[in-house]
């Protein structure tokens, strides 16, 4: 005669994410759990249907609670086929019931799930067909029964899922933030902060940044001792066969008791800051659904405004803000973290701060160093948590005091690593010589660094008040991760060392371009910048595409353009934003056409025009394929710049244009229009390119390229490449 379930030790796993193994393992040991184990992702442990049960209800870690009916071969799918039919599915089904597999793992044949699941659905239906002349129904979604299967290799575990959904869905949360974080890994960043003794002893609890209020909720369940299953509509054992009904009321009745007694006994002060009010809005609902709005406090208001009742005793600061895999990019997130630790650093003294994050090197930007980090996982991605006791000013000023005792001739600023001092010593020195140098010139744009030091692989550019930084794509000999790493010291460093707000850095990722991508919008920003280059007014754009709409590496030959333009016929082909037609016209070109194929940079060039008073009568835009409009084009100019791409495939092109294939043809045509003792310029930017010998034996050439990089460009080799170009008759130019 079988033992009732009642009497029986079962054997349990409680699955997890990965990283919470230990705080688990003593969860399920406080729930009763006996020969407790952990293993990646899950515990193993005993207990009996009542301790089954509590683990459902209460634990705030686990993602499923499984009942292991056995351990079956699975060699191949005959074997996994026959150790399932094994099984008395009739004591956990019957023939009203509905049920679904989840198989996860392979076996040596079976590499899909979705096989795996079939060929244990297929066992499972066909033994109780065979055996009781009965099947049950196969359901996706809801159904009464979850059969888990885990497969490793040869061997495969069978369990019934007592859990239904993941136990990280309380019930509470139907409206998220932009990037929710999933609630047992929101317990487990609580629990490794010391909340539930914190709770205990009554002390508030603080998130600065709550998005959908997951941190708080999950806080205020702990501090009122509320079970994290009790809003949950069903669980998986509901309708199993081998449910206990009155085993399951006592667990849940005694669960009822304790949250009515902790909310009476609660407290600790619990408040949410967050700036966009749809989603605290959202987290009101969550708080109204957790039956917790009158207990924590969800305040509509920016980072910025950040400021804590000065009645409120120090406790604990939870916060997962942004980072780079959720939303955001480096530079506005370097910036945020900064200011978010300047904000505790000020409002929060003697407090215990809690920084979730997935990008450990942003919270460098903090400012406070970490007594203690732990890892974890959001899902795949690997995370931190890091813990800081936040000093008063009095204690950071005294430890300064002693540090500067023990080293006064260190520097007064210490940046986030030797790296980072070394990458922000460089630029202090860049700039103090290249901040005079275009002052002297009446430059407002210039190249301040330029992936001086490798390591640190940037491109450095300022614009007036303003910073464009471009990271330069690191070789896949590079680690990913360090690359990042250095890329938001430089991000941490700039501001500081050039004295600009944060908010006036803009950061561009430029990796290998093709075909058209250089055109593609990055942002919707539409911010135009006026700048001022030889007398010349022009427009830039900082944020909306990965070129600003000034090369600034050109500033000499737009220079030299202007000088010799004076009464000529000017052709800019590829003229991108117009800015040399603009110097052109300056320099007294008696007419301009410019050609380009893109609508968009045709449409800025003629605001370029408009803003210094030039007439688009007598300076006409061109929207052609360069090379079709010369095979078409009958007139005459007398200075003509050309400064193609290096590769397009835009759709708008017929072909797919090669700079260095296509070039001699774009010259010869190009000198054909050309006056008599008219000048062709050509430049390109292709680090490996080599001009045609048929340029040189049938125009009068000179490479002029040394004579076209300004200071502020001479670090880099190859930045671009430049001709002078004429007609040639019997040797001699004409």
């Known amino acids: 005669?079988?033992?009732?379930?009642?009497?029986?030790?079962?054997?349990?796993?409680?699955?997890?994410?990965?990283?919470?193994?230990?705080?688990?393992?003593?969860?399920?040991?406080?729930?009763?759990?006996?020969?407790?184990?952990?293993?990646?992702a899950g515990v193993s442990f005993n207990g009996s249907l009542e301790v089954a049960y509590r683990s459902c209800l209460w634990s705030r870690l686990a993602s499923r609670i499984l009942l292991r009916l056995g351990e079956i071969r699975s060699e191949n799918k005959d074997s996994?086929?026959?150790?399932?039919?094994?099984?008395e599915w009739d004591d956990h089904l019957d023939n009203q019931s509905s049920f679904r597999v989840d198989f996860n793992g392979s076996t040596p044949d079976i590499n899909h799930t979705r096989f795996g699941a079939q060929v244990v659905k297929d066992a499972i239906v066909d033994q109780l067909r065979d055996n009781h002349g009965w099947r049950p129904s196969v359901q996706a979604t809801n159904p009464d029964l979850r059969v888990n299967i885990h497969a490793r290799g040869k061997t495969a575990f069978v369990s019934?899922?007592?859990?239904?959904?993941?136990?990280?869905?309380?019930?509470?949360?139907?409206?998220?933030?932009?990037?929710?974080?999933?609630?047992?890994?929101?317990?487990?960043?609580?629990?490794?902060?010391?909340?539930?003794?914190?709770?205990?002893?009554?002390?508030p609890l603080m998130d600065p940044m709550c998005g959908a209020g997951t941190l708080l909720i999950e806080g205020a369940m702990m501090a009122a001792d509320i079970a994290p299953g009790l809003l949950r509509a069903r669980f998986g054992?509901?309708?199993?066969?081998?449910?206990?009904?009155?085993?399951?009321?006592?667990?849940?009745?005694?669960?009822?008791?304790?949250?009515?007694?902790?909310?009476?006994?609660?407290?600790?002060?619990?408040?949410?800051?967050?700036?966009?009010?749809?989603?605290?809005?959202r987290a009101k609902s969550n708080l109204e659904r957790a039956g917790l709005s009158k207990r924590v406090r969800i305040r509509q208001?920016?980072?910025?405004?950040?400021?804590?009742?000065?009645?409120?005793?120090?406790?604990?600061?939870?916060?997962?803000?942004p980072y780079g895999e959720r939303m955001g990019d480096e530079a506005s997130l370097v910036y945020l973290y900064k200011h978010l630790g300047e904000k505790l650093k000020e409002h929060c003294p003697g407090w215990q701060a809690g920084i979730f994050t997935g990008t450990p090197s942003l919270v460098k930007n903090l400012g406070m160093g970490p007594k203690k980090s732990y890892s974890l996982f959001n899902g795949a991605l690997p995370c931190k948590l890091f813990l800081y006791d936040i000093r008063s000013r009095e204690a950071r000023e005294a430890v300064a005091e002693k540090q500067e005792r023990n080293q006064p001739e260190a520097r007064t600023v210490t940046y986030i690593s030797e790296g980072?001092?070394?990458?922000?010593?460089?630029?202090k020195k860049n700039f103090r010589q290249m901040s005079k140098w275009a002052r002297k010139n009446n430059i407002d744009c210039y190249r301040l660094y330029d992936a001086d030091m490798p390591e640190y692989a940037v491109a450095v550019d300022v614009y007036r008040d303003w910073v464009h930084v471009q990271e330069y794509a690191a070789p896949k000999s590079i680690n990913e991760e360090k690359a990042q790493e250095r890329l938001i010291e430089a991000l941490a460093v700039t501001p500081e060392v050039l004295n600009i707000p944060d908010e006036n850095i803009v950061l561009k990722r430029r990796e290998r371009q093709s075909g058209s991508s250089q055109y593609?919008?990055?942002?919707?920003?539409?911010?135009?910048?006026?700048?001022?280059?030889?007398?010349?007014?022009?427009?830039?754009?900082?944020?909306?595409?990965?070129?600003?709409?000034?090369?600034?590496?050109?500033r000499l030959m737009r220079m030299r353009l202007q000088k010799e333009a004076a009464g000529k016929r000017f052709l800019n082909l590829f003229c991108y934003t117009a800015t040399a037609t603009v110097h052109a016209a300056m320099g007294g070109a008696v007419s301009s056409t410019s050609v380009d194929l893109s609508n968009t940079y045709l449409d800025w060039g003629k605001k370029n025009l408009a803003l210094n008073g030039l007439s688009e009568r007598r300076h006409r835009m061109e929207r052609e394929d360069c090379l079709k409009w010369l095979e078409k084009d009958t007139s005459e100019y007398d200075l003509i710049f050309m400064d193609p791409p290096t590769f397009s495939n835009s759709k708008k092109l017929k072909d797919v244009f090669d700079v260095q294939k296509d070039h001699f043809r774009l010259i010869e045509l190009a000198v054909k229009r050309l006056s008599k003792g008219g000048v062709l310029y050509f430049s390109n930017n292709f680090r490996k390119f080599k001009l045609d010998e048929r340029v040189e034996s049938e125009f009068l050439v000179e490479e002029i390229t040394h004579q076209t990089i300004d200071r502020d460009f001479q670090r880099r080799k190859g930045i671009h490449?430049?001709?002078?170009?004429?007609?040639?008759?019997?040797?001699?130019?004409?």
């Open 1 to 40: 005669m079988n033992t009732p379930l009642t009497e029986r030790s079962l054997e349990l796993f409680a699955s997890c994410p990965k990283g919470l193994e230990i705080l688990l393992a003593r969860e399920l040991a406080d729930l009763g759990a006996e020969s407790v184990q952990e293993t990646v």
């Open 80 to 87: 996994l086929y026959q150790g399932v039919r094994t099984f």
């Open 160 to 203: 019934i899922d007592l859990s239904g959904q993941s136990l990280h869905q309380r019930g509470y949360r139907q409206e998220s933030g932009e990037a929710p974080l999933k609630e047992n890994l929101a317990a487990a960043i609580l629990i490794r902060a010391g909340w539930p003794e914190m709770a205990a002893q009554g002390k």
């Open 237 to 281: 054992f509901d309708r199993w066969m081998g449910h206990v009904p009155k085993v399951w009321t006592k667990v849940l009745e005694e669960a009822r008791e304790r949250r009515q007694q902790g909310l009476a006994n609660l407290s600790s002060h619990m408040t949410g800051f967050e700036g966009l009010g749809s989603v605290a809005h």
């Open 301 to 321: 208001q920016e980072l910025k405004d950040l400021a804590m009742d000065s009645d409120v005793d120090a406790g604990l600061v939870v916060c997962n803000p």
């Open 420 to 427: 980072a001092n070394m990458f922000a010593n460089r630029l």
């Open 520 to 554: 593609v919008r990055q942002d919707e920003q539409k911010q135009m910048m006026e700048v001022e280059e030889g007398g010349c007014r022009l427009l830039v754009n900082l944020h909306d595409y990965l070129d600003t709409g000034l090369f600034l590496d050109h």
């Open 721 to 734: 490449r430049s001709w002078k170009i004429m007609k040639k008759v019997n040797g001699t130019n004409i």
